[in-house]
């Protein structure tokens, strides 16, 4: 299957500072590009959809001047954890479809963020 | 996408086939059943879809009944490396990436 990589796989930061956390399609073009948060034993909850070259979606309840998501490329899109607290602390997966023809999406690694 | 009912939990001795139910009553006709499990710590893995036909693929088969109402992902000789959360999701493929996840059902392989 296709390649979604995450980076940096973890991440521990102060309270109050941000952390941007990247997820790239290494060898597709995604045009969408899909956040999540995954508590520990819990589901993944799916936070934003990102498109190339266009605003975020977010899902009810997510602050979009918290979580900021931009998708600059058909590579690569970035979450920004802004004013990170430790209720933050969290895994963030990113999943990428490709540009045309795949009816499936791939997902990155996670990202563990640990705000101490 | 479709609500689905999975059992929290399975285990399955190493080297036999593992079957993990999923039901999906209100599936549309347009939906497809995709499988997808999680290893401790990493993201989801693809593991298979299909519409109504049964499929293959090198890692699992696909049973879907004629009805649709429910599939049954097959692992047919599991390993411990099996060890997962299993997720069965029915969306429709232009929503591909954009998925609900249930619980899950969680996939012991014993030795």
């Known amino acids: 299957g296709a390649v979604v990589s995450q980076h940096p796989s973890r991440v521990i930061c102060k309270s109050g500072t941000s952390v941007k956390i990247e997820c790239r399609s290494l060898?597709?073009?995604?045009?969408?590009m899909f956040w999540y948060r995954q508590f520990p034993k819990k589901s993944l909850m799916l936070m934003a959809t990102?498109?190339?070259?266009?605003?975020?979606?977010?899902e009810q309840g997510v602050e979009k001047d918290k979580f900021l998501i931009n998708h600059a490329s058909l590579t690569l899109s970035t979450l920004t954890v802004t004013s990170a607290h430790p209720e933050d602390s969290s895994f963030y997966i990113c999943?990428?479809?490709?540009?045309?023809?795949?009816?499936?999406?791939?997902f990155g690694q996670g990202t563990r963020l640990t705000v101490v | 996408d479709a609500k689905t009912t999975q059992p929290p939990s399975m285990d399955c001795a190493e080297g036999r086939a593992a079957n993990l139910p999923c039901n999906h009553s209100?599936?549309?006709?347009?939906?497809?059943v995709y499988w997808y499990r999680q290893i401790h710590s990493q993201g989801p893995q693809y593991i298979i879809h299909?519409?109504?036909n049964n499929e293959t693929n090198e890692m699992a088969s696909l049973i879907i009944t004629e009805d649709r109402k429910s599939s049954t992902l097959i692992l047919p000789h599991a390993t411990l490396r099996d060890t997962a959360v299993y997720y069965c999701?029915?969306?429709?493929?232009?929503?591909?990436?954009?998925?609900?996840f249930g619980d899950g059902t969680t996939l012991t392989v014993k030795p």
């Open positions: 209100t599936i549309s006709g347009n939906e497809y």
């Open positions: 060898d597709f073009q995604a045009t969408t």
């Open positions: 999943s990428a479809r490709a540009q045309q023809g795949h009816t499936e999406a791939f």
């Open positions: 999701i029915v969306r429709v493929a232009a929503n591909a990436g954009k998925s609900t």
């Open positions: 990102s498109n190339e070259g266009s605003k975020a979606t977010y």
């Open positions: 299909g519409l109504k």
